[in-house]
């Protein structure tokens, strides 16, 4: 079974930095999509970054770039989001994301995942 475990959400203020971590276990491919994507009260499921596990070539949302950066540690089994300076309208609600196979493509979409982690809250305040 495949299971995607979060940590490192929490409140801080406008202009401060977070660290999410999102250990995935089940998963053996040698290569495949993760993501983070995050959903605010509302709103649809927003794809914020993704990666390949092995390949990297990161990408973005336009909202995010130059402030987020995903990345993992394969000998960890672990994917990661960097986040700074942040803003109130990035409070929401962030999920990690992944394929369960190679499929051959890598997108900020969230049908293209098959397993979700639980959610963690980041709360940034003015």
Known sequence: ??????????SVQTGGSLRLSCVVSGVT???????????????????VAR????GGHPAYTDSVKGR?????????NTLYLHMNRLKPEDSNVYYCAAQSR?????????WA???WGQGTQVTVSA
């Open 29 to 47: 491919t040698s290569s495949y999509c993760l993501g983070w994507f995050r959903q605010a009260p509302g709103k649809e499921r927003e794809g």
């Open 51 to 54: 990666i390949w596990s092995r």
């Open 113 to 115: 995942y098959d397993y």
């Open 1 to 10: 079974q495949v299971h995607l475990m979060e940590s490192g959400g929490g």
């Open 102 to 110: 190679t499929y051959g493509f890598c997108i900020l979409s969230d």
């Open 68 to 76: 987020f950066t995903i990345s993992q540690d394969n000998a960890k």
